[in-house]
């Protein structure tokens, strides 16, 4: 099974802070990436697919980025509601896997 | 608006059979894939298993020799159920849609827990 690992595991920022997560692959996936957010208690929200596509209703603060095994996701200006866990996913081939997942935290 | 809900017992006791229904509203489930996910205490997310509308399964090598993934589209119904669970089956179980544009899960239920304890 392909691994995906975050980095990093955990981060501090303040509002109005950009911040870039990045997820690597263990082996090439082209674009077949997605970003998804997780607030406690909630289910997982689609933010990216194929690496670099916003879901729509995603506000476009949110990007992402990347090829092959190195991804990253960039929220360019942080707000408050954007304190959350954030995970990367490949759809390359079964098993789907996820990353550990990078929680955000208020600075 | 396509929604998801999961339902099913919150505690199953260990060696049982653990079985949880998603049931789909708002939309078909026709030329959609369909799965189960699930997220332990504190940890991360792990796919379980799909089925497409034309019946077609696919599950986790982790779990394949324990899981089952059926439908019934008549219902806009599907199932899943876990054989012989231990207290590492404990987790908040997800349905989820993939989506016909994305390939990404567009679409998930709230989730339910389920513990397994005696």
């Known amino acids: 099974a392909i691994q995906l690992t975050q980095s990093p595991s955990s981060l501090s920022a303040s509002v109005g802070d950009r911040v870039t997560i990045t997820c690597r692959a263990s082996?090439?996936?082209?674009?077949?990436l997605a970003w998804y957010q997780q607030k406690p208690g909630k289910a997982p929200k689609l933010l990216i697919y194929g690496a670099s596509s916003l879901q729509s209703g995603v506000p476009s603060r949110f990007s992402g980025s990347g090829s092959g095994t190195d991804f990253t996701l960039t929220i360019s200006s942080l707000q408050p509601e954007d304190f959350a866990t954030y995970s990367c996913q490949h759809f390359n081939n079964y098993p789907i896997t996820f990353g550990q997942g990078t929680r955000l935290e208020i600075k | 608006q396509v929604q998801l809900q999961e339902s099913g017992p919150g505690l199953v006791k260990p060696s049982e059979t653990l079985s949880l229904t998603c049931t789909v509203s708002?939309?078909?489930?026709?030329?959609?894939?369909w799965s189960w996910f699930r997220q332990p205490p504190g940890k991360g997310l792990e796919w379980i298993g799909y089925?497409?509308?034309?019946?077609?399964?696919n599950y986790n090598p982790s779990l394949t020799s324990r899981v089952t993934v059926s439908g019934d589209t008549s219902k806009n119904q599907y199932f899943l159920q876990l054989t012989s669970v231990t207290a590492a089956d404990t987790a908040v179980y997800y349905c989820?849609?993939?989506?016909?544009?994305?390939?990404?899960?567009?679409?998930w239920g709230q989730g339910t827990m389920v513990s397994v304890s005696s």
């Open positions: 082996q090439g996936i082209s674009s077949a």
């Open positions: 089925i497409s509308n034309g019946g077609i399964t």
């Open positions: 989820a849609r993939k989506g016909q544009r994305t390939g990404a899960f567009d679409i």
């Open positions: 708002g939309g078909s489930m026709i030329n959609y894939y």
